[in-house]
């Protein structure tokens, strides 16, 4: 079964809104975590790296106080689109680093589709 | 920075036969990771196979195998017996111990009856 729980799967929403997504370990302790977004029909791209009880590192170019990134227990991070525009709509999806495998294996959630009219 | 390329955005291959997806990558490091995962419609990345560096023997996984290429910096997967549940994207990525992965641009398998 998953691993790694994210939530919602699929959110569409008027522009200027703000949107939350979330990202959970289901049976182990994440301290780091990582969120991707992909859009259509292009890859995945590193936005940020979440750390439990940290600030959140985040990739060139990404604006840090448009996608808010909190990670305030070992088991969830959030990543908060603040005032949505059409060109946030993409694929975002995050993982959870498991600290039980050798080589700390990742787990991935099973995304969330953002749409924003 | 480290960099994974994959030079064939499109492949196709009929059900049963066997068909090679390409992968190389640039990196510094000496000890890291290498994997192939499929992403289908539903966008799910689903893990398929995985390559830790170290390991000189290819890795396996029922249809799915690797050529790993230290030297050459190159990864490709081989999947045999084609099905067609197998049509997805696939992604090549590389990520050293504890970090992001880094991941290529993607080939779209296209599985004929």
């Known amino acids: 079964g998953a691993v790694v729980s994210q939530h919602p799967s699929w959110v569409i929403c008027k522009s200027g809104t703000s949107v939350k997504i979330e990202c959970r370990s289901l049976?182990?302790?994440?301290?780091?975590m990582f969120w991707y977004r992909q859009f259509p029909k292009q890859s995945l791209m590193l936005m940020a790296t979440?750390?439990?009880?940290?600030?959140?590192?985040?990739e060139q170019g990404v604006e840090k106080d448009k996608f808010l990134i909190n990670h305030a227990s070992l088991t969830l991070s959030t990543l908060t689109v603040t005032s949505a525009h059409p060109e946030d709509s993409s694929f975002y999806i995050c993982?959870?680093?498991?600290?039980?495998?050798?080589?700390?294996?990742?787990?991935f959630g099973d995304g969330t589709r953002l749409s924003i009219l | 920075a480290q960099t994974v390329t994959q030079s064939q955005p499109e492949m196709s291959v009929q059900e049963a036969e066997t068909v090679t997806l390409s992968c190389t990558y640039d990196?510094?490091?000496?000890?890291?990771?290498l994997f192939w995962y499929k992403q289908p419609p539903s966008r799910q990345m689903i893990l398929v196979i995985r390559?830790?560096?170290?390991?000189?023997q290819n890795a396996t996984e029922n249809r799915f195998s690797v050529n790993f290429q230290k030297a050459a910096k190159s990864f490709s997967l081989k999947i045999s017996d084609s099905q067609l549940g197998d049509a997805a994207m696939y992604f090549c990525?590389?990520?050293?111990?504890?970090?992001?992965?880094?991941f290529g641009p993607g080939t779209r398998l296209s599985v004929l009856p």
């Open positions: 390559q830790e560096a170290y390991k000189q």
């Open positions: 990525a590389y990520r050293t111990y504890g970090q992001n992965f880094v």
């Open positions: 979440s750390n439990e009880g940290s600030k959140a590192t985040y």
């Open positions: 990196t510094s490091e000496s000890d890291y990771y």
């Open positions: 993982s959870a680093r498991d600290p039980r495998g050798a080589g700390q294996p990742q787990h």
């Open positions: 049976d182990f302790q994440a301290t780091t």
